[in-house]
């Protein structure tokens, strides 16, 4: 399989845990985004790697949420201190310069903080 | 802040009509890209367009950049029950086109 994978698919946890997910973006993609989707809504961007560097976040992050890129292949989003309002799937994406932004996105992790 | 504004927000139609979402942005826009989302999947991409004015043909869709390359749209032709889906816009920002804004996206259903 060659395309993005992430890890876990789903991911139930209770108020105030932390969580980490795990994305495998397609291996000659330079860049790799996470963003988040909510019911009835587009994908909002929380932030961006070129290969090991992550060159942009979202203004609208909370510093709970933390993500790695460390050799610039897998990448992993961490939520401290989950809220409810983290509800949502998030979803990892991968692309290349030469694929002039064209993303190709993961099945998402969808996680359910009770 | 920049907007991307896509609408319908829904569409209803029987099967063999044809369905159109349209796309808005208050800012220029360096290219926009179209993706569906088929019911608890995740999105694909669909189609890039990069100039003023240019309109792309995938079988029965038909994609358009408007002059200004501000708005853009998507026509189906002939809907089909495999159409189902929700079909985002997600437009590039002059000077920053890594970072798509995304519109809310629109929900097809089809009735067979």
């Known amino acids: 399989d060659t395309g993005v994978s992430q890890d876990p698919r789903h991911k139930i946890t209770k108020r105030g845990q932390n969580v980490t997910f795990r994305c495998d973006p397609i291996?000659?993609?330079?860049?790799l985004y996470w963003y988040r989707q909510t019911l009835g809504q587009g994908p909002e961007f929380l932030t961006y790697?070129?290969?090991?560097?992550?060159?942009?976040k979202s203004r609208l992050l909370s510093d709970r949420f933390s993500a790695e890129r460390p050799k610039g292949s897998f990448s992993t989003l961490e939520i401290q201190r989950t809220e409810q309002g983290d509800s949502a799937m998030y979803l990892c994406?991968?692309?290349?310069?030469?694929?002039?932004?064209?993303?190709?996105f993961g099945s998402g992790t969808q996680l359910s903080v009770l | 802040g920049q907007q991307v504004m896509q609408i319908p927000q829904y569409q209803h139609v029987q099967e063999g009509e044809d369905f159109t979402t349209y796309c808005n942005s208050s800012?220029?826009?360096?290219?926009i890209q179209w993706y569906k989302q088929r019911p608890g999947g995740h999105p694909v991409f669909l189609i890039q367009?990069?100039?003023s004015g240019e309109v792309k043909k995938q079988k029965r869709l038909t994609f358009q950049f408007g002059e200004a390359k501000k708005n853009s749209s998507l026509h189906i032709t002939a809907t089909q029950t495999t159409d189902v889906g929700t079909y985002f816009c997600?437009?590039?920002?002059?000077?920053?086109?890594?970072?798509?804004?995304w519109g809310l996206g629109t929900s097809l259903a089809v009735n067979p």
């Open positions: 790697f070129q290969n090991e560097a992550q060159l942009e």
């Open positions: 997600a437009g590039g920002q002059a000077g920053n086109n890594r970072k798509l804004i």
């Open positions: 994406a991968s692309t290349s310069q030469s694929l002039l932004e064209k993303l190709f």
């Open positions: 367009l990069v100039k």
């Open positions: 291996s000659e993609h330079n860049r």
């Open positions: 800012t220029t826009l360096s290219n």
